[in-house]
């Protein structure tokens, strides 16, 4: 018998502790990072469920073990509100399939789907803003297939040209769109138009862009892609995962992709949890969320434009921006170690044409889905781009950097994010 009052506060207090340190972290620090967010009460409750206890093989229907009837259920519940939230208002028929454990698991399995080893593919170049799933060497998706880097031209705007010609000369199999550190709106149909008119699928992997995409203040992929892949935690707002759609006719090759291709059992409590999320992003709250999360970033970046900090490709039309640190003398890293003594978080990246390695960048990425989750509005997000200016003005100066950390603390005090 398990007894239910036994919880790991109760049984584990040397793990409970830094839950506790993770949780209080939190609250008191203003989150840039542009991947994270503050998921729901109602998420966690999802994913912290009885249903992890669960095996699941196979699809609704379907399955490799028994009694899976409620797990069928609200798998069947998670895909249709995923077609409510993204086909539908796009008017298109998609498959979906909600198993994949993260969005790097959802490119994966798009490539054991639809790629034979050493076959060549178009993706966003990682120094450019790509993701490590869309070509990096040592990644799954460098190692065994054949990936071929497009990038940003001088403005620092994608290069569709180049995408024609490079689609043109290696005729590709499939063209990924789709980026992790880019701040302006994509041309999905330019994107498709360049893949049909050399017989290749585009998938769009719009992980960062989920949330506004459902709020409908970012261009829809849908009735352009073939497939689109996503993490469910970014701008979704919904629990650590991914989700593919295909067309109907690549149905059976995604499915296959995915199990067996790549992944055995599904988490059942993770794929309950996205449902919730799912739901969640139907409701007519969730449009304001993500048109605050875009007001928000336009007065983030403003703000810090008119404090003479470069913004790369120029500014902002989504959640995200870019920093270019060197506009203030500075590193990404020395940036990123700068603000974090300030209780600020974000990350370092790599900008176009980046003078320096990866693992220093002369980037800073900032981006408002969490900040605006906790409630945060134009004149937090102002105030919040001066106190970043007023650090990366002053980096040695310790009575700035205590100054501004006191002012964070009492902001983030303002904005809890959970209630209690
Ligand atoms: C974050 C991200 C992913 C991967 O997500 P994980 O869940 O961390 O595997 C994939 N593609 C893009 C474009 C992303 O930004």
Same mark, same amino acid.
């Given at each position: %018998?398990? &007894?239910?009052?036994?919880?790991?506060?109760?049984?584990?207090?040397?793990?409970?502790?830094?839950?506790?340190? *993770?949780?209080?972290?939190?609250?008191?620090?203003?989150?840039?990072? #542009?991947?994270?967010? $503050?998921?729901?009460?109602?998420? %966690?409750?999802?994913?912290?469920?009885?249903?992890?206890?669960?095996?699941?093989?196979? =699809?609704?229907?379907?399955? $490799?073990?028994?009694?899976?009837? $409620?797990?069928? *259920?609200?798998?069947?519940?998670?895909?249709?509100?995923?077609?409510?939230?993204?086909?539908?208002?796009?008017?298109?028929?998609?498959?979906?399939?909600?198993?994949?454990?993260? !969005?790097?698991?959802?490119?994966?399995?798009?490539?054991?789907?639809?790629?034979? @080893? !050493?076959?060549?593919?178009?993706?966003?170049?990682?120094?450019?803003?790509?993701? +490590?799933?869309?070509?990096?060497?040592?990644?799954?998706?460098?190692?065994?297939?054949?990936?071929?880097?497009?990038? =940003?031209?001088?403005?620092?705007?994608?290069?569709?040209?180049?995408? *024609?010609?490079?689609?043109?000369?290696?005729?590709?199999?499939?063209?990924?769109?789709?980026?992790?550190?880019?701040?302006?709106?994509?041309?999905?149909?330019?994107?498709?138009?360049?893949?049909?008119?050399?017989?290749?699928? =585009?998938?769009?992997?719009?992980?960062? $862009?989920?949330?506004?995409? #459902?709020?409908?203040?970012?261009?829809?992929?849908?009735?352009?892609?073939?497939?689109?892949?996503?993490?469910?935690?970014?701008?979704?707002? !919904?629990?650590?995962?991914?989700?593919?759609?295909?067309?109907?006719?690549?149905?059976?090759?995604? @499915?296959?992709?995915?199990?067996? !291709?790549?992944?055995?059992?599904?988490?059942?409590?993770?794929?309950?949890?996205?449902?919730?999320?799912? /739901? &969640?992003?139907?409701?007519?709250?969730?449009?304001?969320?993500?048109?605050?999360?875009?007001?928000?970033?336009?007065?983030?970046?403003?703000?810090?434009?008119?404090?003479?900090?470069?913004?790369?490709?120029?500014?902002?039309?989504?959640?995200?921006?870019?920093?270019?640190?060197?506009?203030?003398? %500075?590193? /990404?890293?020395?940036? &990123?170690?700068?603000?974090?003594? #300030?209780?600020?978080?974000?990350?370092?990246?790599?900008?176009?044409?980046?003078?320096?390695?990866?693992?220093?960048?002369? /980037?800073?990425?900032?981006?408002?889905?969490?900040?605006?989750?906790?409630?945060?509005?134009?004149?937090?997000?102002?105030?919040?781009?001066?106190?970043?200016?007023? =650090?990366?003005?002053?980096?040695?100066?310790?009575?700035?950097?205590?100054?501004?950390? @006191?002012?964070?603390?009492? +902001?983030?005090?303002?904005?809890?994010?959970?209630?209690?």
């Amino acid at each position: %018998m398990i &007894e239910y009052s036994q919880t790991c506060s109760v049984t584990d207090p040397e793990i409970w502790h830094f839950v506790e340190q *993770e949780m209080e972290r939190q609250e008191r620090h203003i989150e840039l990072i #542009a991947s994270e967010n $503050y998921v729901s009460a109602a998420v %966690m409750n999802a994913q912290g469920s009885q249903l992890t206890n669960k095996l699941t093989e196979g =699809l609704p229907g379907r399955r $490799y073990y028994g009694g899976c009837d $409620y797990i069928d *259920e609200i798998e069947r519940i998670a895909i249709r509100r995923a077609q409510q939230v993204f086909c539908e208002p796009a008017g298109v028929e998609m498959a979906v399939n909600v198993q994949p454990h993260s !969005g790097a698991q959802a490119n994966q399995a798009v490539m054991m789907g639809f790629l034979e @080893n !050493g076959d060549s593919y178009l993706g966003m170049s990682l120094a450019d803003g790509g993701h +490590l799933s869309h070509g990096m060497k040592i990644n799954f998706s460098g190692r065994f297939f054949n990936p071929i880097p497009y990038g =940003l031209k001088d403005d620092e705007t994608i290069d569709y040209d180049e995408v *024609e010609r490079l689609a043109r000369e290696h005729r590709p199999k499939l063209i990924i769109a789709g980026a992790s550190a880019y701040s302006l709106r994509m041309d999905f149909k330019r994107f498709a138009d360049i893949a049909h008119s050399v017989g290749a699928l =585009l998938m769009v992997d719009m992980a960062h $862009y989920a949330g506004l995409i #459902a709020a409908g203040v970012y261009p829809t992929p849908f009735g352009h892609a073939d497939i689109v892949t996503t993490t469910t935690h970014k701008s979704l707002r !919904g629990p650590r995962g991914g989700l593919i759609f295909a067309r109907p006719e690549l149905e059976k090759k995604m @499915n296959s992709g995915m199990f067996p !291709g790549i992944q055995g059992a599904p988490l059942v409590h993770v794929m309950c949890a996205k449902a919730v999320a799912l /739901g &969640e992003a139907l409701r007519p709250e969730f449009k304001a969320y993500g048109e605050q999360v875009a007001r928000n970033a336009a007065a983030m970046c403003d703000q810090l434009q008119k404090r003479g900090v470069r913004i790369v490709s120029g500014g902002t039309e989504s959640h995200m921006m870019l920093l270019d640190c060197r506009s203030k003398g %500075m590193t /990404g890293k020395a940036a &990123e170690t700068l603000l974090s003594r #300030a209780h600020i978080t974000a990350n370092k990246n790599a900008i176009h044409n980046d003078p320096e390695k990866p693992s220093i960048g002369s /980037g800073l990425r900032f981006g408002t889905p969490a900040v605006t989750t906790r409630g945060f509005r134009e004149e937090e997000c102002r105030m919040t781009a001066d106190f970043v200016v007023d =650090l990366l003005e002053h980096p040695d100066d310790e009575a700035v950097i205590e100054r501004v950390r @006191n002012d964070v603390d009492a +902001l983030t005090a303002r904005f809890p994010v959970y209630h209690r």
